[in-house]
């Protein structure tokens, strides 16, 4: 049974056993991204309620909010990664697709667009704060179709590529971009094949990027399906975060997708594994959904035993909320399970506690 504030929670922020050591990578590379010399990158990893569904992804889901709130803080936030997860992409208005595009399903989950359509693109539509040095980050399949990599129009840049069990990162070097916004442009090129497109970035050398790697309908299940080569999972390790913040609950519990409990919570010790070793981890306990629809309870009751065994701290939005009714009441909710944008503010807000610790 979760006690109230377990593992020495902080009322304030629902942070529940933070201490030192928690994010101290996280906290040193946004050093750096402030003193100008080094970068950073946040990934929120999580379902349609990270993704904004019901909202406008682009300006109103709650990485971009965080993002924002990070930003007006005097943070550094001067880069955008966004997964390319076809049960949403199209309502999302940073994206844009030429020629004709499809799902790539290796697994249960769908993390790739895919065409096979020669000249046809999908463009990410990212503001720039700040002038200065940029890097456009790309990641495919590795028996992926070629790809060509551009800027604003201009000519494609050389692409410098290296692989992760079955994914392949393009990085490519831009020219010193002024502050707005500025558009990279993936398109299909080489003889034959598909081009299966996960995630696009325009990352500042020395800033802090934030990855909106939420994916609507999934559970841990999802992410961890389709074999390490192509599961949701590697493609966030194969992004390099510095810190991770899961947020899956929602789906597991709801019983239309259920998860049993127990498979729940060895779906996300996998999860927090398969991260812990390169960067700091965060697990997020969900706000409260309808009760005549879905039950929370043995899934936060999970949440905070994965995170007693990894020795992670747990963002309880559960607690901070109450319950569905109080949420309701306040006008925070869309429908039984999703915010609206006072309720994806919120939930920003929150999740700024842990990223500006």
Same mark, same amino acid.
């Given at each position: 049974m979760v006690t109230a504030n377990p593992g020495g929670c902080d009322d304030g922020r629902q942070l529940s056993g933070m201490t030192a050591a928690s994010i101290r990578r996280w906290r040193w590379?946004?050093? %750096?991204a402030v003193a100008g010399t080094g970068s950073a990158r946040y990934a929120k990893i999580g379902d349609s309620i990270s993704a904004g569904q019901g909202l406008q992804p682009a300006t109103q889901s709650p990485p971009v909010v965080m993002g924002g709130m990070l930003a007006a803080r005097g943070f550094p936030v001067r880069g955008a990664s966004v997964i390319l997860n076809p049960r949403? @992409?199209?309502? +999302?208005?940073?994206l844009t697709f030429t020629g004709s595009w499809s799902e790539f399903a290796p697994g249960a989950l769908t993390t790739f667009a895919s065409s096979a359509t020669g000249g046809g693109s999908v463009?990410?539509?990212?503001? !720039?704060?700040?002038? &200065? +040095?940029?890097?456009a980050r790309v990641i495919t399949t590795q028996d992926s179709r070629e790809c060509t990599i551009a800027i604003d129009g201009d000519e494609p840049a050389p692409v410098r590529v290296s692989g992760a069990a079955g994914l392949a990162t393009?990085? !490519?070097a831009l020219p010193?971009?002024?502050?707005g916004r500025h558009t990279v442009t993936v398109t299909v090129a080489g003889d034959a094949g598909e081009l299966r497109v996960g995630s696009i970035g325009i990352e500042a050398v020395d800033g802090i990027t934030i990855g909106d790697f939420g994916i609507s309908m999934s559970t841990t299940a999802d992410w961890v399906a389709g074999g390490a080569a192509y599961s949701a999972l590697n493609h966030v390790v194969a992004w390099s975060p510095d810190l991770a913040l899961i947020a899956l609950m929602t789906n597991d519990a709801n019983e239309q997708t259920a998860v049993a409990p127990d498979r729940y919570a060895a779906n996300l010790d996998t999860m927090v594994s398969a991260l812990e070793t390169t960067c700091d981890v965060v697990l997020e306990a969900q706000i409260p959904g309808d009760p005549a629809w879905v039950d929370l309870s043995p899934y936060r009751e999970a949440v905070y035993d994965v995170a007693k065994a990894h020795s992670v701290p747990v963002l309880d939005l559960f607690d901070r909320w109450g319950s569905f009714a109080a949420a309701a009441d %306040? &006008?925070? @909710?869309? +429908?039984a399970f999703h915010p609206n944008a006072a309720g994806a503010a919120d939930i920003a807000a929150a999740e700024l506690g842990v990223v500006s610790a």
């Open positions: 590379k946004r050093a %750096a949403t @992409m199209t309502a +999302d208005s940073r463009s990410l539509t990212a503001f !720039v704060a700040e002038s &200065g +040095d940029y890097l393009h990085l !490519v010193k971009l002024t502050a %306040a &006008g925070l @909710m869309n +429908d």
